[in-house]
């Protein structure tokens, strides 16, 4: 199991304790540090059944500077935005051994994760 962590982020920290108690061989992916690829990122957004769009954080001053909420919706185009700028990719992101990947932010994602 590895979990796109964010330790600055309060959801993020809250989603690795939890991964730390239920799995502690699981990997940690400090994603901004170690940035996905687009190969990467287009193969977690098809194990979470989302688009790009769907997972960017919007309200970053990056996003705003790029007129994100404007941009067409390419996928390609909006994964490469993601990969050049990793603190627009919502976290925690937790992808299971299985082929599961969750947007991990509610108790209730998390929950189905772990599960």
């Known amino acids: 199991m590895e979990i796109w962590h964010n330790p600055r982020c309060g959801k993020s920290r809250t989603a690795k304790a939890a991964l730390d108690a239920a799995d502690p061989s699981h990997t940690v992916r400090r994603y901004l540090d170690e ?3 687009a190969a990467e990122l287009d193969e977690v ?3 979470l059944d989302r688009q790009p769009w769907e997972i960017t954080r919007l309200k970053e001053p990056v996003a705003k500077e790029l007129g994100l909420a404007d941009k067409p919706k390419d ?3 909006w994964i490469a935005v993601l990969v050049a700028n990793p603190v627009l ?3 925690p ?3 299971t051994d299985d082929g599961r990947a969750y947007v991990a932010r509610t108790p209730e994602a998390l ?3 772990l599960s």
């Open 111 to 113: 929950d189905e994760a």
């Open 89 to 91: 990719i919502e976290r």
């Open 93 to 95: 992101i937790i992808v």
């Open 35 to 37: 940035p996905p690829s």
């Open 75 to 77: 996928r390609a185009a």
């Open 45 to 47: 957004l098809t194990k």
